[in-house]
Structure formats: C-alpha cells, structure tokens
C-alpha cells in the first residue's frame, strides 16, 4: 500500500513514528477548531484562508535552498498538483460536511480513511485484500449507518448531526484516503523534493478554494466579536495542522509500515472526540457511540490484519 523503507532512510523509521503520532493528535485537535471556525467563515472561506496561511508557512523553507529546489519544483508540479487536487476535495467536504455534524462525530468518521486506503489500494494498486481488510470495512460500513439512523434527540445546545453531513464527511474520508495513496506513489522520497511536492499541494488547495469563493460568491470575516480567538484558531490550522503537518507527513508516512501507519492514524478520531468534549462539549448518544465504536473497531482490525 505504502513503499517500503528502503537504504539509509530506514534509520528515520523511529523519528516517523513518533511525528506522525503527533500529527495524528495535531489534526484530531484540528476538528474542533475548524468547527469553531465556521462560526467566522464560510466552509470555502475557511479553506482557503487555511491553505493561504499554510503556503506562507513554508515559503521560508523554500527559498533557503532555492538553486537546488528549483528542479524539484518542476519535477515534482504534475505530480505535487494531482495530490493537492485530492487534497482540496477532502478539505472542502469536510468544512460543508462539518456544518452539519459535531467535531467528535466528524472525527470519528476520519477513522474511515485507513478503510477506504485499504479499499483503495484493492481496486485500483491490485493490492490483495486481506480477510481483516474486508471485516474492517464491513465494520466501518455499520457504523457509518449507525451514524445516519440515529433517531436520539439532540439537546438544546446541540444541533442535530445530519445524514448529509456525515456523507459528506464519508466523502471527505474517501478523499484523503486517495490523497494517501497518492502520496505514497508519488511522493520523491528526499527532503527538497518531498519540500517542493508538499509545496505544490498546499497551492492547489489555497487557489481551488479561493477560485470556487469568487465564483460562489462565498466570504471570510475576521474582524468583531471573537476575531482573535478566530486568529487564533486560523493560525492553529494554517500553520501547525496544514502546513507543519503536510510537509511532515510528506517526509516521514512514507517510512512507517503500513499496518503500523493505520493503527497511528486510528488515534485521530480519539484525539478529535477529546477534543470536542474539552473544548466544544460534545457529546453523543448511545447509538452515537455505538457508530463511532464499529468505525474504529473496524479500523483496528484492518491494521492489525495489515501485519
């Protein structure tokens, strides 16, 4: 599903465990903050400031190796473009799909991507798919349902997570589960071009969303009641959960086993329900629970099935 570590790039496999660990916390986190964020912006508004503010972060890595990552820039534009479409179908899903879910449900169903790769790399790499694989589907499949069927009465400080929005946040999942793949395949595997490859991601994003706002006619505001929390809160996802996070995974997912990478990436919606509890108090029903609980059942059996 993943290439496999290979030469000197092995000797980083620990370092990649423990910082794609971190970004998994880093992007749980992230749920509740574009949440909160949607408070001050539209769902395109939102990724495009995100990815704005992510292209500016790693613009000084850029030019302090300029002479020799010119090359990579080119090498790397068809192929850092293609993912970066992937990419910016999965963000502007999830922004739609989050207006109408909570942070924690909208977590929860992240756990879906490390299906959907598995499912992925079966119909379109040809790679066999496991018994573990198919049951982990199966599991993830009842839980998406249990999500949708969900006939609990949200409190009067809740708003009700609605079947639309948890397929788009299904579709958001499929999307980044083809960003991985993608990014396996593609990605240069040395640190200037794997710069230069994150790079051209963040740009598609930033532009595609930007473009869709003019001909939507959609807007951004930062500015009355709440602007410097929504700063705040921009600045979390821009710089720390998009543009730190995407030149990291660029680097360093593609030397973690892949059953071990699934099994890091099935943290997210932990770290994303605790941090819908903390921060937004979330909370869900049984039947909630019961979803969320096949999702990520049938994640841990894909990975450790991956061995």
């Known amino acids: 599903m993943l290439r496999a570590m290979t030469g000197d790039r092995a000797s980083l496999a620990l370092p990649a465990y423990g910082l794609m660990l971190l970004m998994n916390a880093i992007w749980g986190i992230s749920y509740p903050a574009v949440k909160s964020g949607l408070d001050h912006h539209s769902p395109l508004g939102l990724v495009a400031l995100r990815f704005g503010i992510a292209t500016l972060t790693i613009l000084p890595l850029l030019i302090a190796p300029w002479p020799r990552l010119r090359a990579h820039l080119g090498a790397t534009a068809v192929r850092g ?123 598609v994003v930033a532009v595609g969303a930007s473009g869709a706002m003019l001909v939507t006619g959609s807007e951004f505001t930062l500015a009355g009641s709440g602007a410097f929390d929504a700063w705040i809160e921009m600045l979390y996802l821009g710089v720390i959960a998009t543009g730190i996070a995407i030149a990291v995974q660029s680097r360093y997912q593609p030397l ?38 096949a999702i990520l059942t049938g994640v841990l059996i894909a990975a450790r099935g991956g061995r």
Not at 147 to 168: H, K, Q, Y
């Open 81 to 203: 473009s293609l993912t970066g479409l992937a990419l910016l179908s999965g963000f502007v899903l999830q922004a739609f799909g989050m207006t109408e879910t909570s942070a924690s449900v909208g977590g929860f169903l992240s756990g879906l991507i490390v299906l959907v790769v598995g499912l992925g790399a079966w119909l379109v790499f040809r790679e066999p798919m496991r018994v573990p694989t198919a049951l982990g589907l199966i599991a993830g499949l009842a839980g998406v349902v249990l999500l949708c069927t969900n006939t609990a009465e949200p409190s009067a400080t809740e708003a009700p997570d609605s079947t639309r929005g948890i397929l788009l946040q299904t579709g958001a999942a499929a999307s980044f589960a083809t960003h991985i793949l993608l990014m396996s395949r593609l990605s240069p595997g040395r640190a200037d071009g794997d710069l230069a490859f994150s790079f051209w991601q963040l740009l």
């Open 256 to 293: 973690v086993r892949p059953d071990h990478l699934a099994l890091l990436f099935a943290t997210q919606p932990l770290f994303a329900a605790l941090g819908g509890w903390a921060l937004l108090g979330d909370s869900m029903s049984g039947q909630q629970l019961a979803g969320c609980g």
